[in-house]
């Protein structure tokens, strides 16, 4: 069994920067990719930032400059660290992990950019 933890969440005023951290533990063997995505209200599941086997690194355009993704020496844990936030990057984000057996989740951390 797979869990995934997060934490780091939070309200922040615009401008404003927040860490979030997600990790790892249990059974996980050949990581395949591991990182962030997030939903809005009304809006679809979109990736933010994200580490893969290639081994690459892929971030979404609306992120990029703002947001750094990094990861431990052991690659189970993995941060996010979110810098000039926007209005718009309020959203819940959600741990993924995904290995040679399926696609794992966490249970999601709020993230709410306000004034």
């Known amino acids: 069994q797979v869990q995934l933890v997060e934490s780091g969440g939070g309200l922040v005023q615009p401008g404003g920067s927040l860490r979030l951290s997600c990790a790892a533990s249990?059974?996980?063997?050949?990581?395949?990719?591991m990182g962030w995505y997030r939903q809005a209200p009304g809006k679809q599941r979109e990736l933010v930032a994200v580490?893969?086997?290639?081994?690459?690194?892929n971030y979404d355009d609306s992120v990029k400059g703002r947001f750094t993704i990094s990861r431990d020496n052991a690659k189970t844990t993995v941060y996010l660290q979110m810098n000039s936030l926007k209005p718009e990057d309020t959203a819940v984000y959600y741990c993924?992990?995904?290995?040679?057996?399926?696609?794992?989740w966490g249970q999601g951390t709020q993230v709410t950019v306000s004034s």
């Open positions: 993924y992990l995904r290995t040679f057996k399926g696609v794992y």
């Open positions: 249990g059974s996980i063997f050949s990581i395949y990719a």
């Open positions: 580490f893969t086997s290639a081994p690459n690194t």
